[in-house]
Structures are given as structure tokens and as C-alpha cells.
């Protein structure tokens, strides 16, 4: 990662935003609605929880054949994904709710999928939102150099095939957590004296780190092992099972929104300004899908309102389809683009092309 101060410029003469900003505002005033969650986020909360944790209190409790053991670690890894994108991106946003115990409490879910508070703070709340789609700056862009997105980036001879295989590497996002990722941000984090809010105390960090992994893996594998009365490597490949499909999902859903040619991937200048002050940055940069189809509204937990969620993250998503509205005629009466695939297919389709063009070998000229 890049450590050149990146500024957003603050040219906007127009006031896109601060028009933007107003009309969100009244909406809510005249609505008479909090930005926050309400009930009906408070009843999917419930319902991701018991997707996630049902299968899981049945394994454990009842003699079940393989093929069906199978099908509810699946099941687990759809839940797993459904608890991360709707209950724990809320609250580490700070969304969830009004209250700052609700939203820490919601935020710390993360810890039952693998992953750690602080990590996810800075490379989601810090890196990705303020340098969306820049390369060396935005995080989630990288990819060990296995895949290639941006042209900005070094092409691999193993590149032009990504398009068949990255598919494949999508299932392992939630599995690194549990094993290293959380690791190596941390030690990378603290060296770079990040941090969203207060910077944390690093033996503190550390031992959040180390303490909650040994508990994760004691309660996803160890009691497993010691209860249930099937060989070792069955509960292994149920604990893998699980995280390669909320792996897939939670992957495929972000790069559906940064990940496509729709999407721009621009670079500052040699001052390291970028050209468009950061809310209209993110017009440029993200991209929405099938935000008419009520099953992906509700599961994704508004990601698929990407453009909705990058302008105002502090919103819930639960009111994101009200005030795309908003956000869409705003962007057309300021001759801004609003980018939007209808359906979840054409984005997908629009994916894998982008990563079909970014295998190939870039020309040199000169």
C-alpha cells in the first residue's frame, strides 16, 4: 500500500453535495425517521441470526445424516454472510442504531465471523470509503497480485486466465480472516499508526486478536470435534464449507459495485490531488445493482445500494431505496453519473468481463 497523502478536491461549485445533503436531511425531517435502524431491521437481525446459528445447535444436538449435515453448513455459510452484511456493517458504521453501545455491540458480530473490529474498521471504514477505487490506497482492490483490477495495476502472465479461476479464490475471503488476515493487518495497521477513531493500544490489539481466534476456533471446531461423533476431518470440511460459501457471497457482492468497467479507477495527479472533490468521487467509482429486487435489497443489507451507502454510510440501510431517489435526480440535475446495473446478472456478466479485459497483456507504448 502507498503511503502518499492522497486530498480530494474541493472544487465543487455547483454544491452538489451540500444539495444532496439538504434534501437527505428534510427527508428524514418530514418523514419524521431516524437514520438509524428501526424494527425492521431489529426483525432481520433476528432472522440472519437464526440462519447463521440454528444449523449450527442442530449439529451439535441431533443425529443427522451426512448429505444433511452438508446442506446446513451451507446454510450456515448463507447466514454467516447475511449476519455480516446486514447486523455487523451497520454497527461498525455506527448505523445500526442511535445508541454507541448498540452499534459496538452489533459492530463486535464480526467476531463471530472470524474477522476482528479494528481490522475491519480501518481497511472498510478508513481505506475503502475515503480512497474508493484507487489503487495502492484502497485496500480491497488488492488482491495478493493473484488478481488483477485495476490497470493500474502489474499484469501477471496467469492474469489473462483470472476471469475462470478468481471465482474459486472468492470463497476464501472469511477463511484467511480466521487464519491470517487479521494477523498481518494488525501488525500492519498499528506500524502505520491507523485507526478509526482512537488508536488502540497494540498489546491490548494484540491480545484481542490471539484471545478471540482461540475462542473462535474452540467453539467452530474443538467442541464440534469433542461432541459430535464423526471423524476430524468431516467437522474441518463443514467449518471450510461454511466459510467458502459466505466467502463467495460477501465477495461477489462487493465487486458487483467497484470491480466493473462501469466503475472508475482513478489515480491523482503528481500532488496527489484527486480531480473530483469525494462525494462526487464516489459517483465516479461505485456502482448499484437490482435495487427493484426486494430478496437482494433485503439480504445484501443495502450493498447493493452502493451508491446510496458510500455518500452517507452513517445512513442505515434500510432506508437506502427511499433516498436513491434522491441521490439519482440529484446526480442527473447536476450532470453527474449514477450508475446502476438492473438486474443482479448484468452486473455479474459486467464482473467477470472486467476481469476478462484486465488479464490482458497492456500494450506498451513508447
Request: avoid cysteine.
Amino acid at each position: 500500500m502507498k503511503t502518499t497523502q492522497i486530498r480530494f478536491s474541493r472544487k465543487d461549485p455547483a454544491n452538489f453535495f451540500k444539495t444532496l445533503n439538504t434534501r437527505v436531511n428534510e427527508y428524514f425531517k418530514d418523514k419524521n425517521l431516524k437514520k438509524t435502524g428501526n424494527w425492521k431491521l431489529h426483525l432481520k437481525t433476528i432472522a440472519m441470526f437464526v440462519i447463521f446459528l440454528t444449523p449450527y445447535f442442530l449439529l451439535l444436538t441431533l443425529n443427522i445424516s451426512g448429505w444433511a449435515q452438508l446442506l446446513l453448513t451451507i446454510v450456515m455459510g448463507i447466514g454467516m454472510a447475511g449476519v455480516g452484511m446486514n447486523v455487523m456493517h451497520d454497527g461498525n458504521h455506527g448505523s445500526y442504531s442511535s445508541k454507541k453501545w448498540v452499534n459496538n455491540f452489533m459492530g463486535s458480530t464480526i467476531y463471530i465471523l472470524a474477522g476482528n473490529v479494528y481490522n475491519w474498521q480501518v481497511q472498510h471504514n478508513v481505506l475503502h470509503h475515503t480512497y474508493t477505487n484507487i489503487h495502492g490506497h484502497d485496500e480491497d482492490m488488492e488482491a495478493g497480485r493473484i488478481l488483477r483490477f485495476s490497470k493500474h495495476a502489474e499484469w501477471k502472465r496467469f492474469h489473462k486466465y483470472q476471469h475462470l479461476y478468481s471465482v474459486f479464490l472468492y470463497g476464501l475471503l472469511t477463511f484467511n480472516w480466521a487464519l491470517t488476515t487479521d494477523f498481518k493487518q494488525t501488525r500492519d495497521y498499528l506500524k502505520r499508526k491507523l485507526s478509526y477513531g482512537k488508536f488502540p493500544n497494540p498489546a491490548k490489539q494484540w491480545s484481542i486478536v490471539v484471545v478471540s481466534k482461540i475462542l473462535y476456533i474452540s467453539i467452530w471446531i474443538v467442541v464440534p470435534m469433542l461432541i459430535l461423533s464423526i471423524a476430524w476431518w468431516k467437522v474441518i470440511l463443514g467449518f471450510f464449507i461454511m466459510h467458502y460459501v459466505a466467502g463467495v457471497i460477501l465477495s461477489v457482492v462487493f465487486q458487483l459495485a467497484h470491480m466493473v468497467k462501469e466503475a472508475q479507477m482513478p489515480l491523482p495527479d503528481e500532488t496527489g490531488t484527486m480531480k473530483n472533490t469525494w462525494a462526487i468521487h464516489q459517483l465516479f467509482t461505485t456502482v448499484n445493482f437490482a435495487t427493484k429486487n426486494k430478496i437482494v435489497n433485503w439480504y445484501t443489507g443495502g450493498l447493493n445500494h452502493q451508491v446510496e451507502h458510500h455518500i452517507f454510510p452513517n445512513i442505515s440501510h434500510i432506508h437506502y431505496t427511499k433516498i436513491s431517489r434522491i441521490v439519482k435526480e440529484t446526480a442527473k440535475e447536476f450532470n453527474l453519473p449514477y450508475h446502476e446495473f438492473k438486474t443482479t446478472r448484468k452486473a455479474v456478466l459486467s464482473h467477470f468481463k472486467h476481469l476478462k479485459e484486465m488479464g490482458v497483456k497492456p500494450v506498451l507504448i513508447g
